[in-house]
């Protein structure tokens, strides 16, 4: 049961309860100025029980917002320019176009977007791509796998030199090499450290 039902079942109870009780009584116990009750006796008797059923009201149109005509035209051109924003749709309607000049605000066109529910670009760009779901990331392009190729142990060898620190008591310098033998023979590192002697002097 509805809103709208639960109003108007207990309205027709109003009326059922008049004819036991009286018109003052009635109106104490359910809450409602005579004057209302007499308001709808009148339309009752002119229309049947129905009119007392809740009438939908539609949204009202403030006086300063936009003509429809000009709504068209700044969805036409947010959709077919979706990634423009508010400002520039309405610097774009200002220069001479195919929809004509108009003299719109930045926050007039965003208030146009939003009320047809495509206030963000994101949102436009999605309805021109022809679908409604949010737009994923784009993920980062899969790196190249390189491979290099050795006939024979020793054809592709790679040195890594850096410094690892100084000895305890000395002034020398400790250097770690790692020999790598690359491609398809081995790629076994095999680490192994010197120590530079030439410093330690």
Same mark, same amino acid.
């Given at each position: 049961?509805?809103?709208?039902?639960?109003?108007?079942?207990?309205?027709?109870?109003?009326?059922?309860?008049?004819?036991?009780?009286?018109?003052?009584?009635?109106?104490?116990?359910?809450?409602?100025?005579?004057?209302?009750?007499?308001?709808?006796?009148?339309?009752?008797?002119?229309?049947?029980?129905?009119?007392?059923? $809740?009438? /939908? !009201?539609? @949204? &009202?149109?403030? +006086?300063? %917002? #936009?003509?429809?005509?000009? =709504? *068209?035209?700044?969805?036409?051109?947010?959709?077919?320019?979706?990634?423009?924003?508010?400002?520039?749709?309405?610097?774009?309607?200002?220069?001479?176009?195919?929809?004509?000049?108009?003299?719109?605000?930045?926050?007039?066109?965003?208030?146009?977007?939003?009320?047809?529910?495509?206030?963000?670009?994101?949102?436009?760009?999605?309805?021109?791509?022809?679908?409604?779901? $949010?737009? /994923? !990331?784009? @993920? &980062?392009?899969? +790196?190249? %796998? #390189?491979?290099?190729?050795? =006939? *024979?142990?020793?054809?592709?060898?790679?040195?890594?030199?850096?410094?690892?620190?100084?000895?305890?008591?000395?002034?020398?310098?400790?250097?770690?090499?790692?020999?790598?033998?690359?491609?398809?023979?081995?790629?076994?590192?095999?680490?192994?450290?010197?120590?530079?002697?030439?410093?330690?002097?």
């Amino acid at each position: 049961m509805t809103k709208d039902d639960r109003f108007y079942l207990n309205r027709v109870a109003l009326f059922a309860h008049v004819e036991r009780v009286g018109v003052s009584q009635a109106c104490r116990d359910f809450k409602i100025h005579r004057s209302t009750y007499y308001r709808w006796r009148r339309q009752v008797l002119r229309n049947g029980l129905e009119i007392l059923r $809740p009438r /939908e !009201r539609r @949204l &009202p149109r403030m +006086p300063n %917002q #936009l003509p429809v005509w000009t =709504e *068209q035209k700044i969805i036409t051109l947010a959709l077919a320019q979706p990634g423009l924003g508010p400002r520039r749709l309405a610097a774009q309607l200002a220069q001479p176009n195919p929809l004509g000049e108009l003299s719109v605000s930045a926050s007039g066109v965003l208030k146009v977007l939003h009320r047809h529910g495509l206030g963000t670009r994101p949102r436009r760009l999605a309805l021109v791509a022809g679908y409604a779901a $949010p737009p /994923e !990331r784009e @993920l &980062p392009p899969r +790196p190249v %796998q #390189l491979h290099l190729e050795a =006939e *024979q142990p020793g054809d592709l060898v790679q040195i890594d030199c850096f410094h690892i620190g100084s000895l305890s008591g000395t002034k020398g310098k400790v250097w770690q090499y790692c020999e790598t033998l690359g491609g398809t023979v081995s790629t076994r590192p095999d680490p192994w450290q010197y120590v530079d002697l030439r410093s330690l002097q």
